[in-house]
Structure formats: C-alpha cells, structure tokens
C-alpha cells in the first residue's frame, strides 16, 4: 500500500512538473510573438516609426554604401531627411522591392526580408513621419 501511494505522489509530482515547464514555454512563445522587428517568425507592422524600427534596418543593411561621407551612386540615407527624400522620389520603394527600372538594393546583398519591407512600407503609408 505504502508503495502505490509513493507512486502516486511521485506521478503527481511528475506532472506537476511538466505543467510548469510547458506553462514557462508558453510565456516564451507569447514573449517572442510581441517583439518588434526582424527575425522570429512574428512581424510586427503596425505603427512603425522612424527612430524606432526603420532607421536601424537602413543602418544595417545601407550605411555601408550609402552615408554622407560614402554616397553609392550619390544617394545617402543617414538621415532622417535624406532618407525621406529618396521615399519622396519613389526610389527607396523601387529599390527594396527589386521593382524593374530600379538598381536592385542592397547592391550585391540579399533582398531584404519580407518583414523588414512591409515595416518600411507601414511608416510610409503613415506618412513618412520623423518619429
Ligand atoms: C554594396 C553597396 C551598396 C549597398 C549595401 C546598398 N547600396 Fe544602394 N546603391 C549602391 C550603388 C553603387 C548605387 C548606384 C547604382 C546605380 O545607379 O546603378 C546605389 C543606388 C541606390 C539608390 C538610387 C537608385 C536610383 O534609381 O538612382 C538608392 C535609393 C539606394 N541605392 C538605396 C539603397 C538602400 C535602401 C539600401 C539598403 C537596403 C542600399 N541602397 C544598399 C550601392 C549600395
């Protein structure tokens, strides 16, 4: 008798265990789905602003090319003016999205990720605020 109960308690406490292991997995998945960004399967574009998500998509993948020291092609996007200027001309747009008539950007590189264009695209249709 003293035996079955032993089991018992060590199978509660199994249990008891992997409840609280696989509730600690969920927060995880509920952390990583609220990040904002790039990698992870979650994307967040909504309400994308300036300083907060474009600026440093832009300083990874186009300051190597593109700073007002070193313009490729005498373009520089290391700032939130100069960047807009290239919105306001249709070329930033045409550039990432590989769109035909436009020199395919980052030159040599890959193209940027879905969730990178589309966050770019969201502070576009915002307005293309300095925020
Ligand atoms: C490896 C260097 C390099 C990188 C990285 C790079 N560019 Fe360029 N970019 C160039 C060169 C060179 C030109 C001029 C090419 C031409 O006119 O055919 C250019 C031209 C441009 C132009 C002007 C296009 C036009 O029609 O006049 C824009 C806008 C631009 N790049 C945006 C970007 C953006 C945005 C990124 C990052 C996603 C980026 N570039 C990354 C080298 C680069």
Redesign the pocket.
Known sequence: MKKVLLTLAAIIIVCNLMMVSSCSKSNEADLAADTTGTGGSSCDTVNMKYATNVQP??SS??Y???TTGAA??G?A?DSYAKLKA?VDNG??I???THASG??A?????SK?SDCNINIIKDWINRGTQNN
């Open positions: 998509i832009i993948y186009c190597g090319c593109h490729s092609g373009v996007l290239q070329n930033l045409g550039v990432i436009y020199p950007m980052p030159q040599g590189g940027l």
